[in-house]
């Protein structure tokens, strides 16, 4: 039976959330922000008809999202301190069992609280996205319609489905999850003696034709 190895530090499944919540955080949601905002200033100072009322709804309510979600990556990211970060702050912890166990505490509360923040920005992200899509879709309606209107309505209402069936994990069609992935990526091939060296001592790896000066014993090998 293979040894359960305990890991020292605790990571998330998905280990570029703290990239991605940067990069979302940065133009992005703050272009759609800003789009947000002038067409409900745009819609509200119009003449129309209902859609027109209703277009001003929701990309008021898509700003109130962004803006959210904008407070919540700005807390997100004060927690998202990586293992590196915490010991180079905190060297002691290198040579102190203690002082590195309060770190790995710390690490998990923030790894928790990291969880939650994405969570919630990923919700408030996904309202002011279909937020958004939907303003549009009625301000397209609040103008005459025409075969053109019809289509960008229909495929602004598509968009925003897909949206909303990739935040509840249902698009999985188009936004694959790690459960989709087949078995035969699932499995890594054993390492050879290369890589074991590689990975696992300080060999100097030798020319071509020639092994490593010296090689860590195959794993379940027979001790001399």
């Not at 949206?163 to 790690?178: C, D, E, I, S, T």
């Amino acid at each position: 039976m293979t040894e359960r190895v305990t890991s020292v530090w605790d990571s998330p499944r998905e280990l570029g959330s703290v990239q991605s919540i940067t990069a979302v955080g940065g133009t992005p949601i703050s272009v759609l922000a800003g789009f947000s905002l002038t067409s409900a200033i745009m819609a509200a100072t119009a003449t129309g008809s209902v859609w027109r009322d209703i277009a001003v709804a929701l990309f008021a309510i898509a700003e109130g999202a962004f803006i959210l979600a904008l407070s919540l990556i700005v807390e997100a990211i004060s927690y998202a301190a990586s293992p590196d970060i915490r010991l180079t702050y905190r060297p002691e912890a290198r040579v102190s069992e203690d002082a590195l166990q309060e770190e790995r505490g710390l690490q998990r509360e923030d790894e928790w609280l990291l969880d939650i923040y994405n969570r919630r920005i990923g919700w408030s992200t996904t309202a002011g996205v279909v937020g958004s899509l939907g303003g549009l879709a009625a301000a397209l309606l609040s103008a005459h319609i025409t075969w053109g209107v019809a289509v960008g309505v229909v495929v602004v209402l598509l968009v925003a489905s897909v949206v909303v069936l990739n935040q509840v994990g249902k698009a999985g069609w188009l936004f694959p999850r790690p459960h989709q992935v087949p078995t035969t990526r699932r499995h890594p091939p054993p390492l050879d003696d290369l890589g074991r060296a590689a990975m696992f001592s300080d060999a100097t790896l030798q020319p071509p034709g020639q092994p490593p000066a010296s090689l860590p014993p195959p794993t379940g090998a027979p001790s001399p």
